[in-house]
């Protein structure tokens, strides 16, 4: 236990010192920082909202209108179905088609082709997971009733399936529109069945985290509908498959499209902010994917001459013509935008759209006052530990004691880095698990160095003392961290927010622990002994 290698040494002090110099970054300020070559790494340790302050988002997920959603496009479908799926099919007669309630009703003309109208309904279908057993079941409940009347509703499992999937993928465009914002560590964690938590250290305005967030962004091209002249539209005689949307552009209050979208904004894979060639105004460049340039190119190819909306969130930002088909797949909006419109619109664009609409239930600014009171609180308590743990393991075993403190200040260190390293972020539960892991750093040291002082009492030489001492202990302080750190893996897991902050630095905690005391320690006590030789030892 007491012979190491060369190679041993090396990769020693090759941790140590990259621990140190991970750690170092942490007491300079950015301005510092920035003057550092780039070689070297400039990474610190992430303050939560509890430290830093910040602002703290409950929203609620609005999961009625993804149901609305999925029923009026079962509704346009149904419509399809019925006049022959564009001439693919033969059209079947039919009136009263709509939503009652949360029922789609259709009533067929004819009754000879009610049963191929109740085929064609149910191809709308679409399987969803049964959880119970295991299997797939359609999403829509097909009937027939009296005089020719069909009904269509959907399962239970298919609400609930459509609102978990809502609020997962709520979350993921939610946690890439702050990325996109360059905010540091935010907490974006679901509560409940429908409601997102979204934390955002260093952040004194949660208005503008509002403003991205809350927008669904949902982008659609449409063409327009200049079947009747918009005045009628106005006097609420809007074509069944089209929709009367506000307009960006006050000389054109209401624009008259069609309903169902020619492309949707889920085939964007880039849009950035920039500027108009000619007028030098704010616009947002945009850009498809392979499928949705060759739809884009054919929309643009067989309605030249033609208008098309740009609709986002139902609402008409742009309306241009067709002048030439567009085939490169990219394109521009442009509008009355201000530069951080523009930049605003390109965040949400490139993060996607949300699936449903997020209402605001919650939301307070955390001040940095409470967050010093913190710090200071959590410093005060952590040098009042450190102190008074390096006096006794001093006083308790001396020489060694002051062999284990150095082990213990690097230990601190070792945590410090690898939190830099990683980019976490600490919170006031992980500092008081930082502030546990040095009582467990001793507590290895205190088993090592008491099992060595058995051993002398023994009767063994001072070496062999030293050699059994640390053999022998191994076994107990590696039960007692492996138990350990699996209870930090679980609080890991099962836990959120700051748990996870303090099953963070516990887990890192120990593990340098152990490295300081079984390497380090036993490399500063076996450098000793071979160059001192002592005949006994100070314990």
Do not use: C
């Given at each position: 236990?007491?012979?190491?290698?060369?190679?041993?040494?090396?990769?020693?002090?090759?941790?140590?010192g990259?621990?140190?110099?991970?750690?170092?970054?942490?007491?300079?300020?950015?301005?510092?920082?920035?003057?550092?070559?780039?070689?070297?790494?400039?990474g610190?340790?992430?303050?939560?909202?509890d430290?830093?302050?910040?602002a703290?988002l409950?929203?609620?997920?609005?999961i009625?209108?993804?149901?609305?959603?999925?029923?009026?496009?079962l509704?346009?479908?149904?419509r399809?179905?019925?006049?022959?799926?564009?001439?693919?099919?033969?059209?079947?007669?039919?009136?009263?088609?709509?939503?009652?309630?949360?029922?789609?009703k259709?009533?067929?003309?004819?009754?000879?082709?009610?049963?191929?109208?109740?085929?064609?309904?149910k191809?709308?279908?679409?399987?969803?997971?049964?959880?119970v057993?295991?299997?797939?079941?359609?999403?829509?409940?097909?009937?027939?009733?009296?005089?020719?009347?069909?009904?269509v509703?959907?399962?239970?499992?298919?609400?609930?399936?459509?609102?978990?999937?809502?609020?997962?993928q709520?979350i993921?465009?939610?946690?890439?529109?702050?990325?996109?914002?360059?905010?540091r560590?935010?907490?974006?964690?679901?509560?409940?069945?429908?409601?997102?938590?979204?934390?955002?250290p260093?952040?004194?305005?949660?208005?503008?985290?509002?403003d991205?967030i809350?927008?669904?962004?949902?982008?659609?091209?449409?063409?327009?509908?200049?079947?009747?002249?918009?005045?009628?539209a106005?006097?609420?005689?809007?074509?069944?498959?089209?929709?009367?949307l506000?307009?960006?552009?006050?000389?054109?209050p209401?624009?008259?499209?069609f309903?169902r979208?020619?492309i949707?904004?889920?085939?964007l894979?880039?849009?950035?902010?920039?500027?108009?060639?000619q007028?030098?105004?704010?616009?947002?460049?945009?850009?498809?994917d392979?499928?949705?340039?060759?739809?884009?190119?054919?929309?643009s190819?067989?309605?030249?001459?033609?208008?098309?909306?740009?609709?986002?969130d139902?609402?008409?930002?742009?309306?241009?013509?067709?002048?030439?088909p567009?085939?490169?797949?990219?394109?521009?909006?442009?509008?009355?935008?201000?530069?951080?419109s523009?930049?605003?619109?390109?965040?949400?664009l490139?993060?996607?759209?949300l699936?449903?609409?997020?209402?605001?239930i919650?939301?307070?600014?955390?001040?940095?006052?409470?967050?010093?009171d913190?710090?200071?609180?959590?410093?005060?308590?952590?040098?009042?530990?450190?102190?008074?743990?390096?006096?006794?393991?001093?006083?308790?075993?001396s020489?060694?004691?002051?062999?284990a403190?150095?082990?213990?200040?690097?230990?601190?260190?070792?945590?410090?880095?690898?939190?830099?390293?990683?980019?976490a972020t600490?919170?006031?539960?992980?500092?008081a698990?930082?502030?546990?892991?040095?009582?467990?750093?001793?507590?290895?040291?205190?088993?090592?160095?008491?099992?060595?002082?058995?051993?002398?009492?023994?009767?063994?030489?001072?070496?062999?003392?030293?050699?059994?001492?640390?053999?022998?202990?191994?076994?107990?302080?590696?039960?007692?961290?492996?138990t350990?750190?699996?209870a930090?893996?679980?609080l890991?897991?099962?836990?959120?927010?700051?748990?996870k902050?303090?099953?963070?630095?516990?887990?890192?905690g120990?593990?340098?622990?152990?490295?300081?005391?079984?390497?380090?320690?036993?490399?500063?006590?076996?450098?000793?002994?071979?160059?001192?030789?002592?005949?006994?030892?100070?314990?």
């Amino acid at each position: 236990m007491l012979q190491f290698e060369k190679w041993k040494v090396i990769l020693i002090l090759m941790v140590s010192g990259l621990g140190i110099l991970f750690a170092l970054p942490n007491l300079f300020d950015d301005e510092d920082l920035a003057q550092w070559p780039g070689f070297l790494p400039t990474g610190k340790i992430n303050l939560g909202l509890d430290l830093q302050g910040g602002a703290h988002l409950l929203f609620e997920v609005d999961i009625d209108s993804v149901t609305k959603e999925r029923l009026d496009s079962l509704v346009d479908d149904i419509r399809i179905e019925l006049n022959g799926n564009r001439g693919e099919k033969e059209r079947i007669g039919y009136t009263n088609l709509g939503l009652v309630g949360d029922t789609t009703k259709v009533r067929i003309i004819n009754p000879d082709n009610i049963d191929e109208a109740l085929e064609r309904i149910k191809d709308l279908s679409t399987p969803i997971s049964n959880t119970v057993f295991g299997t797939s079941v359609p999403d829509l409940v097909v009937t027939k009733g009296e005089n020719q009347l069909i009904e269509v509703q959907l399962v239970p499992e298919a609400v609930e399936e459509m609102g978990r999937s809502a609020v997962n993928q709520s979350i993921e465009i939610v946690r890439r529109r702050i990325d996109e914002l360059g905010t540091r560590e935010p907490t974006i964690q679901r509560q409940g069945a429908d409601r997102i938590i979204v934390q955002v250290p260093g952040v004194g305005e949660p208005q503008r985290i509002i403003d991205i967030i809350g927008q669904t962004a949902k982008l659609t091209f449409h063409l327009l509908d200049t079947s009747i002249p918009i005045s009628e539209a106005m006097n609420g005689r809007v074509p069944p498959r089209s929709m009367l949307l506000p307009n960006e552009d006050p000389s054109e209050p209401f624009i008259l499209v069609f309903r169902r979208p020619e492309i949707g904004g889920e085939r964007l894979v880039n849009s950035q902010q920039g500027f108009d060639g000619q007028t030098g105004q704010p616009i947002v460049s945009f850009r498809f994917d392979s499928a949705g340039a060759r739809r884009f190119a054919d929309l643009s190819r067989e309605n030249v001459g033609r208008r098309f909306a740009i609709v986002l969130d139902n609402r008409v930002i742009s309306a241009p013509v067709i002048r030439e088909p567009i085939l490169g797949g990219s394109g521009q909006i442009s509008g009355n935008f201000t530069i951080q419109s523009a930049s605003d619109l390109s965040i949400l664009l490139r993060a996607g759209a949300l699936p449903a609409p997020l209402n605001v239930i919650e939301q307070r600014t955390v001040g940095p006052d409470l967050g010093a009171d913190s710090v200071a609180a959590g410093e005060i308590a952590s040098v009042i530990g450190i102190i008074a743990v390096v006096v006794f393991i001093l006083l308790t075993y001396s020489l060694f004691g002051l062999f284990a403190d150095l082990a213990l200040i690097l230990n601190l260190v070792l945590v410090a880095g690898t939190l830099s390293l990683l980019g976490a972020t600490l919170t006031l539960p992980g500092i008081a698990g930082i502030v546990l892991t040095v009582g467990m750093a001793v507590d290895a040291n205190v088993l090592i160095f008491e099992r060595i002082k058995e051993e002398l009492r023994a009767g063994k030489s001072t070496i062999n003392a030293v050699e059994s001492g640390y053999a022998r202990a191994l076994g107990t302080i590696m039960d007692a961290n492996i138990t350990t750190f699996l209870a930090a893996a679980i609080l890991f897991q099962l836990g959120s927010g700051p748990v996870k902050g303090f099953a963070v630095t516990l887990a890192i905690g120990i593990i340098t622990s152990v490295f300081t005391a079984f390497t380090v320690t036993r490399l500063i006590v076996a450098t000793w002994l071979r160059r001192q030789r002592p005949e006994t030892l100070p314990l």
